[in-house]
């Protein structure tokens, strides 16, 4: 047998190996359970409805089914039935709250003479986790009706093996979250299309992980 062969790749799974392994391993986090209105508007014109939607959270990150109370701090101004379908009733504003074994999110909604949403995007830069160097920003959107991650020109990833792409709702585990793919290029701009069921407020984290060793290399938190 070959013996420089064999050096050659010993050396070769040595670099590997050593570019995300040794104290770096991350275990399974848990976070407080938690529910987010995913489906969120400014406000509602007066005669008219707008559809909420909440997601809930497990304490590893997981959504999970949940028996969701809405509820309007001003039925008067603005009712909303169980289903989060929210009707806007006179002028005026309100606080819409979900509420799912104990966890609650809330948001402000004003009744007045248009229906304004947020914008159909959100952004964040990444970060490098521990000695990897991760840099760049970030786009999650549905413009196009079609949820889409897209990195920007700037982006760049220290080298490693197994690289994906995930969306989660932890800064260092993919418990609960999705898989996109394979990290297409170390850098470079890049779009991923995300799979059904996710919506634009689903997730907090994009993260650069190393597969094969549970690692993130980078964090990307999207901005409030």
């Known amino acids: 047998m070959n013996i420089k062969l064999l050096i050659r790749n010993y050396f070769f799974l040595l670099v590997l190996l050593t570019g995300c392994i040794g104290t770096?391993?991350?275990?399974?986090?848990?976070?407080?359970?938690?529910?987010?209105?995913?489906?969120?508007?400014?406000?509602?014109?007066?005669?008219?409805s707008y559809q909420f939607q909440a997601q809930y959270f497990d304490e590893l990150g997981n959504i999970v089914?949940?028996?969701?109370?809405?509820?309007?701090?001003?039925?008067?101004?603005?009712?909303?039935?169980?289903?989060?379908?929210?009707m806007a009733n006179s002028e005026g504003s309100v606080t819409i709250s979900a509420m799912a074994n104990g966890a609650v999110d809330m948001v402000g909604v004003i009744a007045g003479e248009?229906?304004?949403?947020?914008?159909?995007?959100?952004?964040?830069t990444f970060q490098g986790n521990r000695d990897y160097e991760v840099s760049?920003?970030?786009?999650?959107?549905?413009?196009?009706?079609?949820?889409?991650?897209?990195?920007?020109?700037?982006?760049s990833t220290?080298?490693?093996?197994?690289?994906?792409?995930?969306l989660t709702n932890s800064a260092s585990s993919t418990t609960g979250g999705v898989e996109l793919a394979a990290l297409q290029s170390n850098t470079g701009a890049q779009t991923y299309n995300v799979g059904n069921g996710v919506q634009l407020g689903t997730y907090d984290y994009v993260l650069i992980y190393c597969k094969p060793f549970g690692i993130a290399f980078g964090i990307g938190k999207f901005e409030e």
């Open 24 to 48: 770096d391993l991350v275990e399974q986090e848990t976070m407080p359970a938690r529910i987010a209105i995913t489906t969120r508007a400014d406000g509602i014109r007066v005669g008219e």
């Open 136 to 155: 760049g920003t970030f786009t999650l959107s549905d413009a196009t009706g079609e949820l889409q991650l897209t990195f920007s020109e700037g982006f």
């Open 114 to 124: 248009n229906t304004t949403v947020p914008r159909n995007e959100r952004s964040g």
């Open 65 to 86: 089914d949940a028996d969701v109370t809405w509820s309007s701090s001003d039925p008067a101004v603005i009712s909303i039935d169980a289903s989060g379908l929210a």
């Open 158 to 166: 220290s080298n490693g093996p197994g690289l994906f792409v995930y």
